[in-house]
């Protein structure tokens, strides 16, 4: 009886040990950052942002935290892959986010890419120095980095707008070229050009992706449109369908 009982000692300690061994040997003892095509994040950022993660099992550790963690300690980057090399390594792979327009409020330029995401204050980051971005004049507005971006009285048909652009192939730099800036009156999104053209878009809240496509392209189809100068109005006719109006 003695004898059968160590044994079941000896072999709850064995599991004991090889469990304890288990959880040691995969605890993260290294984080590596790959970093694809970025102007103004450095894989230092965010390796650093990613050390309260040492440590913890690699198999328990959850990649939401980790996304979670890197949208407020580093808003400009957004996560594409995260590897988990047994017995104890993460890879993270992650891009940085590419500048859509800018919202001008009393605190400073407010950065927003392409999926809406809101990236920082020109007086709180590395984009302090941008310059190749559409700026819309909107009412100011808290939101968080990291978080998708709110605001009121036309923003979200200005940033509609403006995605359209960005999938008819111009980002946020090539926009920029365009277009100098935008504001919401009466009703109207207006788009002032680089060329001294205004675009502008009646009943901005009904058909905006569609009003948009239409009239950047009437301005861009132009012969020379660096010098295009003048009103394009892009309005829904009562009839039915978008149209484009153009006066000098």
């Known amino acids: 009886m003695k004898t059968k009982f160590l044994k079941i000692i000896s072999v709850l300690l064995c599991i004991c040990v090889v469990i304890a061994l288990f959880f040691a ?25 990613l050390q309260v993660f040492l440590g913890k099992n690699v198999i328990a550790l959850n990649k939401t935290e980790m996304i979670n963690h890197l949208k407020t300690q580093c808003p400009a980057v ?10 104890n390594q993460i890879v993270v792979q ?11 409020t009393p605190e400073g330029y407010e950065f927003i890419d392409e999926e809406g995401v809101y990236l920082g204050r020109s007086t709180e980051n590395a984009f302090l120095n941008v310059t ?18 709110a605001s009121e ?7 509609t707008a403006l995605y359209t652009a960005f999938t008819l192939g111009f980002d946020g730099k090539e ?33 905006t992706a569609e009003k948009m496509q239409y009239l950047l392209s009437a301005f861009v189809a132009g012969s020379d449109k660096h010098k295009i100068t003048g009103t ?5 006719r009562a009839e039915g369908g978008v149209v484009v109006d153009w006066t000098e």
């Not at 502008?200 to 058909?207: F, G, I």
């Open 25 to 49: 040997t995969t605890r993260v003892s290294d984080i590596t950052v790959e970093v694809a095509s970025s102007e103004v994040v450095e894989a230092e950022q965010v390796d650093a942002a």
């Open 78 to 87: 957004k996560v594409t892959g995260i590897v988990k090399k047994f017995p």
């Open 94 to 104: 992650v891009r940085e986010r590419k500048i859509l327009f800018s919202v001008k």
């Open 132 to 149: 190749g971005t559409v700026y819309a004049e909107l009412p100011a507005a808290t939101n968080q980095a990291g978080e998708i971006y």
């Open 153 to 159: 009285n036309g923003y979200n048909e200005i940033r």
């Open 175 to 207: 926009l920029a070229t365009l277009l100098q800036k935008v504001t919401v009156e009466n009703g109207a999104i207006k788009f002032y050009t680089r060329t001294g053209a205004t675009l502008l878009m009646e009943s901005y809240h009904v058909k």
């Open 232 to 236: 394009f109005v892009v309005y829904e």
